[in-house]
Structures are given as structure tokens and as C-alpha cells.
């Protein structure tokens, strides 16, 4: 049986995601849901999620806003 995506768009991601630039949004939930097809799991798509994030994304120390890596 296939598996549905999780998040249809970027309105439906977490709290904690949506705090993110709206290309890092589309980038957590496009892979999120990659990797919720391909897996199952959804402790192993959302940690994937998160390390593409943290590949082209940094939090600023200073005042907690994720920017994109120069």
C-alpha cells in the first residue's frame, strides 16, 4: 500500500518549521514527505528533513532566524 504524503503544503508543516524561510519550508516538506514514502518512518523523515535544512540553512546566534548559507 502506498503511503500518503504528509504535508500538502507549507500551511500544514509544524510550528517549528513554519518560522523558517519559505524556501527552507519547501525544502523541509518536499523532502519530509520523499522520505516518509521511501521509509515509513516518520522519526527517520523528519531527522533527513532537518539535516537538508542545516546543508543550505543556518540559525543566527544572534537573533535566532535561519538564513540561508552563503
Same mark, same amino acid.
Given at each position: 500500500?502506498?503511503?500518503?504524503?504528509?504535508?500538502?503544503?507549507?500551511?500544514?508543516?509544524?510550528? #517549528?518549521?513554519?518560522?523558517?524561510? &519559505?524556501? *527552507?519550508? +519547501?525544502?523541509?516538506?518536499?523532502?519530509?514527505? =520523499?522520505?516518509?514514502?521511501?521509509?515509513? #518512518?516518520?522519526?527517520?523523515?523528519? &531527522?533527513? *528533513?532537518? +539535516?537538508?535544512?542545516?546543508?543550505?540553512?543556518? =540559525?543566527?546566534?544572534?537573533?535566532?532566524?535561519?538564513?540561508?548559507?552563503?
Amino acid at each position: 500500500m502506498a503511503k500518503k504524503i504528509i504535508y500538502a503544503s507549507n500551511k500544514d508543516l509544524p510550528k #517549528n518549521v513554519k518560522g523558517l524561510p &519559505k524556501e *527552507a519550508q +519547501d525544502l523541509y516538506r518536499e523532502t519530509l514527505n =520523499k522520505l516518509w514514502v521511501e521509509y515509513g #518512518n516518520i522519526a527517520k523523515a523528519t &531527522k533527513g *528533513a532537518w +539535516d537538508e535544512i542545516k546543508k543550505s540553512f543556518a =540559525k543566527d546566534p544572534k537573533d535566532g532566524k535561519w538564513r540561508k548559507k552563503k
